[in-house]
């Protein structure tokens, strides 16, 4: 149902300077977002013929393989180290290879350790026990600046200042540690490359000519990327995050606490969620949301379970991905009635709610009156939330707008229950779909109550707004499927 909201300005903290942070590093913008598999050429395969991701460029070594595909100004790096047999992706090398190339391999060299020829550029290999989405990338102004300024703040680097330089130019980078699981975070400087993407990767034909938009599947970026963490861990997380980039808090809800954040605790779901952002901090030490419109701004969701509710999806990740890290990455689409439709038919299988979700009291109204179709919605299992934020009136003094988020979940891309990709569109809503949990609750309990059960005891685990599991124990029996999937 519809919720109010405060104004923008509400939604955030006080700026870094006001807060003695000026050491913190600044952040220009999210670069792309690197995922380790292993079985590369099929997560490769699916991101492409599924998700509608265009191949753009590679980087194949007898040692490793790293392929980039963009969506709009979205980058995902897959990663893949040395795989048996013949199936990996150093099998695209003759599909690839006929893009722009160069004759003269990069030179790299780093101060510290010399890397004729890493395994990885712009990344480590973790060894993490399972696929994983372990790296998101960020442009620095100043690379040796950022590493001198978190090494005295005892940031743990991976990977020294390095540099990288082809015919176009060169790029400088390192590597740091997060404290969130096996999340790490490459530090790169750009400004002195003029190639399409970094120096070592060849680039493809088909980008030689920007791609145009896809008008059926019209994905631009990334919305947010949400971290699974374990219990009483998010001011920690917080605190790092503040104290080394800078990163603000964001209010996800009106009636959010400060200290608490914004938590469901109700029967059957036990769910903390906070928002926090990076700022782009001037020389006057000001800081301001990035400005480019042509890369809105990533904000950061830190989820966490609360005791006593059940399991939900944030234990099932902590325990199928060994440990912490980045449970799910958000695309934002301009529309998502469309983009949903053309990746279904694709092949990709989303999460839908039950039909209680939109059958609830006022739920096809506050559908209709967002102009949208409850129909439309309910095939393709699309969820809507509304924000109402009040506004000054001439006539009445304060008057009412109504703001609105679309979302919906794909199933796991990995083997194991871990990582997923969220669709979302935002038609005035700053929020991550938060009434949308209250509303599946109570979809769920008007299930329980409409459907006869013969026994008791089982417990059926439901796909709400972050892609967080709710777990609900139910006295007697649910009928075959209670959540369905597209």
């Not at 059926?216 to 009483?232: G, L, N, Q």
């Not at 005791?307 to 060994?322: K, S």
């Amino acid at each position: 149902m519809a919720r109010h909201l405060p104004s923008r300005l509400t939604k955030m903290m006080r700026t870094p300077s006001e807060e003695g942070e000026n050491m913190a590093v600044p952040l220009r913008r999210l670069h792309h977002v690197s995922l380790h598999a292993s079985n590369g050429l099929k997560l490769a395969h699916d991101l492409v013929s599924k998700y509608k991701f265009n191949l753009f460029a590679t980087r194949l070594t007898d040692k490793s393989s790293q392929v980039a595909f963009r969506k709009g100004t979205s980058v995902f790096v897959v990663n893949e180290g040395p795989v048996q047999g013949s199936v990996g992706l150093n099998e695209w090398q003759q599909d690839v290879g006929n893009g722009e190339h160069s004759d003269h391999p990069p030179r790299v060299h780093s101060e510290k350790h010399k890397l004729s020829n890493p395994s990885y550029l712009y990344d480590v290999h973790t060894h993490h026990p399972v696929d994983s989405v372990s790296n998101v990338c960020f442009e620095v102004e100043d690379v040796e600046r950022s590493f001198k300024v978190l090494r005295q703040l005892g940031c743990n680097f991976l990977v020294p200042p390095t540099t990288v330089e082809d015919e176009n130019g060169l790029v400088t980078y390192s590597v740091v540690k997060s404290i969130v699981g096996n999340v790490c975070h490459t530090l790169i400087d750009k400004t002195k490359y003029g190639g399409t993407f970094l120096p070592g990767f060849t680039t493809t034909e088909k980008d030689l000519s920007l791609e145009k938009e896809d008008l059926s599947c019209p994905v631009t970026h990334f919305d947010h990327i949400t971290y699974a963490c374990p219990r009483k861990s998010s001011h920690q997380v917080m605190g790092w995050y503040r104290k080394h980039f800078g990163f603000q808090r964001f209010f996800i809800d009106g009636d959010e606490d400060i200290d608490e954040g914004f938590v469901v605790n109700q029967e059957g779901v036990g769910l903390r969620l906070t928002a926090m952002q990076y700022w782009k901090c001037s020389k006057a030490g000001i800081a301001l949301p990035f400005p480019d419109e042509k890369q809105p701004d990533c904000k950061f969701i830190i989820a966490e379970s609360l005791p006593h509710e059940g399991r939900n999806q944030v234990d099932t990740f902590l325990e199928q991905h060994r440990g912490a890290g980045i449970q799910h990455v958000a695309l934002y689409t301009k529309n998502i009635v469309s983009t949903v439709h053309a990746m279904a038919e694709a092949g990709v299988q989303f999460f839908s709610p039950p039909a209680a979700y939109y059958t609830e009291v006022g739920k096809q109204q506050e559908i209709e009156e967002a102009g949208l179709d409850p129909q439309s919605l309910s095939e393709h299992g699309i969820l809507l939330d509304t924000d109402l934020q009040q506004v000054p009136s001439s006539q009445t003094g304060c008057s009412e707008n109504r703001r609105y988020l679309l979302q919906v979940f794909s199933k796991p891309l990995f083997a194991e229950d871990t990582f997923f990709l969220e669709l979302i569109e935002r038609r005035g809503a700053t929020g991550f779909g938060e009434g949308n949990i209250r509303a599946l609750w109570r979809s769920v309990q008007a299930y329980m109550e409409n459907e006869r059960r013969d026994s008791q005891g089982e417990t059926v685990q439901l796909w709400h707004l972050s892609g967080m599991w709710l777990s609900y124990h139910f006295e007697s029996q649910l009928a075959p499927q209670v959540w369905a999937e597209k």
